[in-house]
């Protein structure tokens, strides 16, 4: 088995691999999955074989008996964007489309490596509270597991994509009369009560499969970090996790630097981008979160202190855009780079064309932005936006004639 700690960022109180806590009995702080990084031979990372997550099992909780529960996540596309990098007059832009994942979103890749944690454990079942993606990558890994699921939706807040995949995988879905942050307070005492397995992103071993977009993206760049990392923020695991692996990556002496992490939110949901903004050592949580970005409609992100010690400890920003802000940078990925993507995921895009807009992101950087979900998970808005499909008689002089 491979040696590592679970500890807390607070204290260091430390917990055993079999014991299961999400945060810290002692003070209450997040928990952390520590390795022995002198011990970590930097070539089982680079020169490692196949692709995906499990590629990077030399820094995963566990050791080489550990079978998998994989649908071969991970592995996406990084794109370079020159005709949005050009419009938007940036010299280096590229898109790590997570949208590409089996289930459509990176959550995947935590979920690959919560659940088998989960059957490492033997729990009888997982839970999660979730605005959609992550409910419907955990009831898909919990299916391949042969392990009950259970999940806690805020009702009438999730977009239909997302709700079919947990109810077609088999998950016991809830429709929670409340937001976001009940479900996820409702799901924490319930998996406490009744021994449940919580894979939300408040449990570490989650994070550990999110790191490895960070690898992913330094390793198709020739293992270099860009200069700035820019992703949406929810409830603020993947930024934690996607700013670890590349901690690792320089402990190691794999990469050199640590890229700017960059946090975007909507204007409706962004307690992040305050605390940033007013220097305040905690976020100060949203009662009522509204964006058409359900995916990020999270007013007490719980990953919340990680999180905005990832963006100041790298010198990076976070910024909140506008739902037309979004909406139209959905439509430009779409329409100029040919990549679709869900509306919390073009926030990324937005929130950087406002950073340039405002001189706080230099022409030259080299810019990994992470499109975290696809477009077919969410398309309600597109259909709202897009010209609706024009109607014509089976006849090709009618259709020349309503052609442009
Ligand atoms: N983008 C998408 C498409 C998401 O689904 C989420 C989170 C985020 C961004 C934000 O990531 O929470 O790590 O900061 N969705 C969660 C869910 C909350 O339940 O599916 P985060």
Not at 35 to 41: I, K, L, Q, R
Not at 48 to 71: C, D, H, M, N, S
Not at 99 to 114: A, E, Y
Request: charged share 25%; aromatic share 6%; hydrophobic share 40%.
């Amino acid at each position: 088995m491979r040696d590592y700690d679970v500890e807390c960022i607070r204290c260091g109180a430390r917990y055993a691999k079999d014991e299961i806590v999400y945060t810290c009995r002692a003070c209450g702080g997040l928990l952390d999955i520590k390795y022995d990084y002198a011990h970590v031979d930097s070539d089982k990372i680079v020169k490692a074989p196949g692709e995906g997550v499990w590629k990077y099992r030399a820094l995963l909780p566990f050791g080489a008996e550990t079978v998998p529960v994989t649908i071969q996540e991970g592995n996406t596309p990084l794109y370079r964007c020159d005709r949005l990098g050009e419009a938007l007059g940036l010299r280096d832009l590229w898109v790590k489309h997570e949208g590409l994942n089996p289930s459509g979103s990176f959550k995947d890749r935590g979920m690959t490596v919560g659940v088998t944690k989960a059957v490492e454990l033997g729990v009888k079942g997982v839970a999660c509270a979730s605005t959609g993606n992550t409910s419907a990558s955990l009831a898909i890994f919990a299916a391949k597991a042969g392990i009950p699921c259970y999940v806690l939706l805020p009702k009438g807040k999730v977009a239909l994509g997302k709700v079919a995949q947990a109810m077609m995988h088999g998950a016991q879905v809830f429709s929670l009369l409340g937001n976001f942050d009940d479900a996820l307070r409702v799901v924490r005492v319930l998996c406490e009560e009744e021994s449940l397995y919580l894979l939300n992103s408040v449990n570490p071993y989650r994070l550990e499969g999110q790191k490895t977009i960070a690898f992913e993206a330094a390793e198709k760049l020739g293992w270099q970090a860009p200069d700035r990392l820019i992703l949406p923020v929810g409830n603020a695991g993947n930024i934690s996790a996607i700013f670890k692996g590349f901690q690792e990556l320089k402990t190691l002496g794999i990469t050199d630097t640590i890229p700017m992490m960059t946090g975007i939110q909507a204007v409706g949901a962004k307690p992040i981008v305050n605390a940033f903004k007013t220097g305040a050592p905690e976020i100060t949580p949203e009662p009522k979160p509204e964006t058409i970005a359900s995916a990020i409609r999270i007013g007490n992100p719980v990953n919340a202190e990680k999180a905005l010690h990832a963006i100041r400890s790298t010198g990076g920003l976070s910024e909140s855009v506008t739902d037309d802000e979004i909406t139209h940078a959905q439509l430009e990925l779409a329409r100029m780079e040919g990549i679709g993507v869900e509306p919390a995921s073009a926030a990324s895009l937005a929130g950087l064309k406002k950073l340039v807009e405002q001189g706080e992101i230099q022409p030259d950087e080299r810019i990994v932005c992470i499109t975290t979900g696809h477009l077919l998970k969410d398309p309600e808005r597109v259909i709202e936006i897009c010209e609706a499909p024009k109607e014509v008689e089976a006849d090709v002089a009618a259709l020349r004639e309503l052609m442009k």
